[in-house]
């Protein structure tokens, strides 16, 4: 073991190790400094550069006069630091492009064609416009189109994030990748290739990603002023050492030592440090945090916009008042319509169902059943005719009903179900997408941190105003389609607004790019996820409002371990300058500096939800 210990403190042997761990991994810090320079400018890299080059050259001199002084290992760890911290966060950042490759993965392959009067498959970029293709249940929508022939429920949450299948028939418009869940149609291709609404989202996140700016590092500001005056005081040192001492080993050695104190081991640690700390207790939190670049701009967010459905709100449809006209009893009126809906599927249909189920309502027997297209459904039971549906279909039946009772029901941003036999309105079943728990609670917790609260949604004005009026949002931003929800976003920040947006589905990707802090709900698609810089893993609004205060308590503990680290080379470069700092004093002061940052960095450990 002494003899390892021997080779060890050998400088020629240390001289070996370090040579090109300075010069072949270090090398991209000298040429990023040197462009930095020709640039007019001095950042971190120049810092670097300079602090490890002079650790570096100052050991090689003591190897050479053969004093034990060396410091090749500050120089190793330096770079070595700053690096691996570099690494993880070009790994956070090459993650968004998984986002693309995900959209693209959700385009149908092939699609049926009816060609010469024949049914062929084909690859999906051979489709034509004016093709008429054919789509069973259960298969993806190939492009963009419009219906011609059949009727079904197609599944949209996979572009626009709304929860509720759509209902559709002829002359109505279906988008490529999503669903067709359970009628067969024909439509004609009307979109293809870059023109589909998929490729026009993957073309948003691609644009906002190039066009969202990197983040000025505090340390890179204060490395403009900081490193230019090190080398000046460097400079000077040597001068007045040299002239007033006469001795050119003496001025040598104390123009070093101001660059071996100025050397940013501690700066390296300050930033790293505290974002793996920070990042660590978010992911306690169930909050996961990509990046460090959000944290510049938490201090400064103002303005948030949340995604209506899955975010605010559950994202799945379920029955929330029932009003019975007591023609029959509730129990038989919540039966009927359970027996009637399972058998039409409908989305709407399944919360009616399922809430039969859950309230251990009997199911009987229908016969005659028939789905009536975009109104509703009818069928028979114990030979009598019930009906469920729209005002459209009991005008139709010339049964009469309150508007007022309707109305409240969609006030409130419920969806009513009339349920009906041949003469009479028998009652209403209301179905909505309910808020979460928590919503209402993050919202206004918000609010009094100041910032402004945005709702966005596809939704009509007055369901979007009732479900925003409920929560306490004021800002609504309703009838918004897919492809505009980051025009919308990159609207507020014209306004001077730092912007964050929260959203859980494939629409939302391009706005979570676009905004300053992008927030993902973790129960949604991966492709917000991808996209975001925040993942709230339970779904919680609360946890968003947790992680803005957790980024903003990171964001301060970085300031105070930049403080600290140019504290100790502000107190140990003068003293440099003077010769009186022995470089081993100046090494234990670079250590002490080190440990202060991380014990500094450790007490984000203490952070409560």
């Known amino acids: 073991m002494a003899g390892i210990h021997t080779i060890l403190n050998e400088g020629w042997f240390q001289l070996i190790l370090a040579t090109p761990v300075q010069f072949f991994i270090g090398g991209r810090f000298y040429k990023a400094a040197y462009n930095s320079i020709r640039g007019g400018g001095a950042n971190m890299d120049v810092l670097i550069t300079m602090g ?29 630091l700053i690096l691996l911290g570099k690494y993880f966060e070009k790994r956070a950042k090459t993650r968004t492009t998984d986002a693309i490759n995900k959209l693209l993965e959700l385009q149908a392959k092939t699609a049926v064609v009816e060609r010469d009067g024949k049914e062929i498959e084909i690859s999906v970029e051979d489709v034509v416009i004016g093709d008429t293709i054919l789509v069973k249940p259960g298969e993806k929508i190939p492009v963009d189109g419009t219906i011609v022939f059949g009727n079904t429920n197609i599944d949209e949450s996979m572009i626009t994030g709304e929860s509720i299948p759509v209902e559709k028939t002829v002359d109505d418009e279906v988008i490529g990748a999503t669903i067709n869940k359970n009628g067969f149609i024909k439509f004609k291709a009307t979109k293809i290739g870059k023109d589909t609404m998929l490729a026009q989202i993957i073309k ?15 340390a890179d500001k204060i490395s403009g002023i900081f490193v230019p005056a090190v080398i000046v005081i460097a400079l000077i040192t040597f001068l007045l050492t040299y002239f007033l001492k006469g001795s050119f080993d003496n001025a040598i050695m104390n123009a070093v030592a101001v660059l071996v104190i100025a050397c940013p081991c501690s700066l390296g640690l300050a930033t790293p440090t505290a974002i793996m700390v920070g990042t660590g207790k978010g992911a306690e939190l169930g909050i996961l945090i990509k990046s460090g670049e959000y944290l510049e701009k938490a201090y400064e967010m103002n303005a948030i916009v949340f995604d209506k459905t899955g975010t605010i709100t559950e994202g799945k449809p379920a029955v929330v008042d029932i009003k019975n006209y007591n ?27 399922k809430y039969a189920t859950e309230n251990n309502h009997s199911m009987v027997e229908v016969v005659d059943f028939n789905s009536i297209t975009g109104k509703g459904i009818e069928g028979k039971i ?25 109305n409240d029901f969609q006030e409130k941003g419920q969806t009513p179900l009339l349920i009906s036999d041949e ?7 209301s179905v909505a997408d309910e808020v979460k728990p928590t919503s209402k609670e993050a919202i206004d917790e918000l609010g009094e941190m100041g910032v402004d609260v945005y709702m966005i949604t596809g939704d009509s004005k007055r369901t979007a105003k009732a479900i925003g009026k409920s929560i306490g949002i004021r800002n609504i931003l309703a009838e918004v389609l897919p492809n505009e929800k980051a025009e919308k976003v990159k609207a507020i920040k014209e306004e001077g607004k730092v912007v964050g947006m929260v959203g859980d589905g494939i629409n939302d990707a391009p706005a979570l790019v676009e905004s300053d802090i992008g927030f993902a709900i973790g129960t949604g698609t991966d492709i917000a996820i991808e996209a975001s810089d925040i ?21 301060r503990t970085i300031k105070q371990n930049l403080f600290w680290a140019f504290f100790y080379n502000a107190i140990g470069i003068p003293i440099a300058a003077l010769g009186f700092l022995d470089p081993m004093i100046a090494g234990a002061a670079m250590a002490f500096s080190s440990v202060s940052v991380v014990s500094n960095s450790l007490r984000l450990k203490n952070f409560k939800k």
């Open 52 to 80: 490890t080059s002079a650790a570096y050259f100052y050991s090689i001199y003591h190897v050479i006069i053969g004093s034990s002084e060396l410091y090749f290992e500050s120089s190793a760890v330096i770079i070595t």
């Open 204 to 218: 948003l996140v691609e644009d906002a990603q190039g066009h969202k700016a990197p983040v000025q590092r505090l």
């Open 382 to 406: 114990d030979n009598k005719k019930y009906y469920i549906g729209s005002k459209k279909l009991l005008n139709e039946k010339n049964i009469v009903y309150d508007e007022k009772d309707i």
């Open 423 to 429: 003469e009479n309105l028998l009652g209403i079943i």
């Open 327 to 353: 023609i029959i009893s509730e129990n038989k009126l919540i039966s009927i319509a359970a027996s009637l809906e399972k058998i039409s599927e409908h989305p709407l249909g399944e919360a009616v169902v």
């Open 535 to 555: 993942t709230i893993i339970n779904g919680d609004l609360c946890s968003v409002v947790t992680s803005i205060k957790l980024s903003k308590r990171t964001m």
